[in-house]
């Protein structure tokens, strides 16, 4: 099998090119090596290499700077998708792409469903829903969203998401600011690249699958829990959504079901599970 990645050097691009490599024929795309808002150079390169599936990692992550600047938000998140999953489909190959929580409005007291309707509030998570959409055109899209993840990073990378700098803050004895009232289901790295591989291997139905680890939990939550798995004391400072000051809107509740990925074979392991396992990584 020959797997082209995308975004190959962020957190999930690595995780992504760790899970394939003993497996597949790898080919790892920085965003130096491929502009995924190029369409020529998207074009050019899976003609080139006729990968059998193609996976994109590739992101623009900075939430609030889509605000400022989301023309460069959707180039990447909404027309790189679909550049990619255009020349995925010439090429025959299977697409992974991988949405966000942020597509929902945050309104919800339940976790979210893919049947649930979306309802993106600010540029960032507007550009994703887009991106989902354009992906999900092609009829061999696996769209799988996640949220919150984390991972062990690309040792020349520079991300390392929002429990891997709490989890920095809680190591190095300082004060670690979390939101109280902003519920998620954190993403391991390791896990989506699991679940991803098991997918494009067993070929269970195309389509939007939700890929987040089980459970929910608020942020500050999440610390608690991963200072008691450190052993170290936690200097939380409480933060709210109205408090933060963030430029760009977050939905307040993002809990997402993993139900429909369960049932096509793939389960996730429980955030508290695959948080202990990151840990032991560090």
């Not at 090596?33 to 599936?53: F, G, K, M, W, Y």
């Not at 190959?93 to 945050?106: E, L, N, Q």
Request: charged share 20%; aromatic share 8%.
């Amino acid at each position: 099998m020959h797997v082209l990645v995308t975004g190959a050097s962020g957190l999930l691009g690595t995780a992504i090119v760790r899970e394939f490599s003993p497996r597949a024929d790898v080919c790892a795309l920085d965003r130096a090596a491929l502009d995924v808002s190029n369409e020529q150079a998207v074009s050019a390169t899976i003609a080139a290499q006729r990968p059998d599936v193609v996976i994109n990692c590739a992101a623009y992550n900075d939430v609030d700077g889509a605000e400022t600047n989301p023309v460069a938000a959707f180039r990447v998140n909404a027309f790189g998708a679909l550049a990619l999953a255009r020349a995925a489909g010439a090429a025959g190959a299977t697409f992974v792409h991988y949405g966000s929580d942020f597509v929902f409005d945050g309104e919800a007291s339940r976790p979210y469903t893919e049947e649930d309707a979306p309802n993106p509030r600010g540029a960032y998570a507007t550009s994703k829903l887009l991106g989902d959409w354009f992906a999900l055109e092609y009829e061999r899209t696996y769209g799988l969203r996640v949220e919150s993840l984390f991972g062990e990073p690309n040792p020349g990378g520079s991300r390392i998401g929002s429990l891997g700098r709490i989890v920095g803050a809680i190591r190095l004895g300082e004060e670690v600011p979390v939101f109280v009232d902003r519920v998620v289901s954190p993403s391991y790295t390791a896990d989506v690249a699991r679940a991803t591989r098991t997918l494009v291997e067993a070929r269970p139905p195309s389509g939007l699958y939700h890929c987040v680890n089980g459970g929910a939990a608020t942020w500050a939550e999440i610390a608690a829990e991963a200072a008691l798995g450190l052993g170290l004391p936690l200097r939380m400072k409480p933060i709210t959504l109205e408090t933060a000051g963030l430029k760009a809107p977050r939905p307040r509740y993002c809990a997402m079901s993993n139900a429909k990925l369960a049932a096509a074979g793939v389960i996730m392991p429980t955030w508290q599970d695959a948080l202990r396992r990151y840990l032991r990584q560090g």
